[in-house]
């Protein structure tokens, strides 16, 4: 199972998503886990209201991940900061493990940051050892054991 929201601005107008609930899902070998991706270019969508929760990651290469600086294949890309609003997003109970170093990125926009987004009793280990964590514009909190340490 993939669970990705987006790819956001596509379009400069656009509906956003809001009021999302995914609980009780087991990743396993996956390229991407719980995921929220924008393309980095302007547009009034927006991406609230988000909950991920009780899910087990099982070698998954990025578990949890925010993107708001997306661009497959990176060509035709507009290089600019994202206008999607991503805001009160909760990663509550995810554990298991990562396939890479990396098992937390949030790369947000510089003109729109990540704001209130919470980890809550997450831990991802890579290799047995714990994973790590990157963050670029994000603001939020951590509760409870959060491995890998919070990068807010």
């Known amino acids: 199972m993939i669970c990705s929201i987006g790819s956001l601005a596509k379009d400069l107008q656009e509906d956003g998503v809001q009021n999302v609930t995914v609980k009780n899902v087991v990743f396993s070998r996956t390229q991407n886990g719980v995921r929220i991706k924008a393309w980095g270019k302007p547009s009034n969508g927006f991406a609230r209201n988000i909950l991920f929760q009780h899910i087990v990651m099982d070698n998954v290469q990025n578990p949890i991940v925010i993107d708001q600086n997306y661009c497959p294949s990176h060509k035709g890309c507009p290089e600019k900061a994202s206008g999607v609003k991503i805001n009160d997003v909760t990663y509550q109970d995810i554990h298991g493990t990562s396939a890479t170093k990396v098992a937390v990125k949030f790369d947000c926009s510089p003109i729109n940051p990540c704001v209130r987004i919470k980890l809550e009793?997450?831990?991802?280990?890579?290799?047995?050892q714990t994973a790590q964590a990157t963050c670029n514009n994000v603001g939020g909190i951590a509760a409870g054991l959060v491995q890998p340490t919070s990068c807010f």
């Open 121 to 128: 009793n997450v831990k991802l280990t890579y290799m047995n």
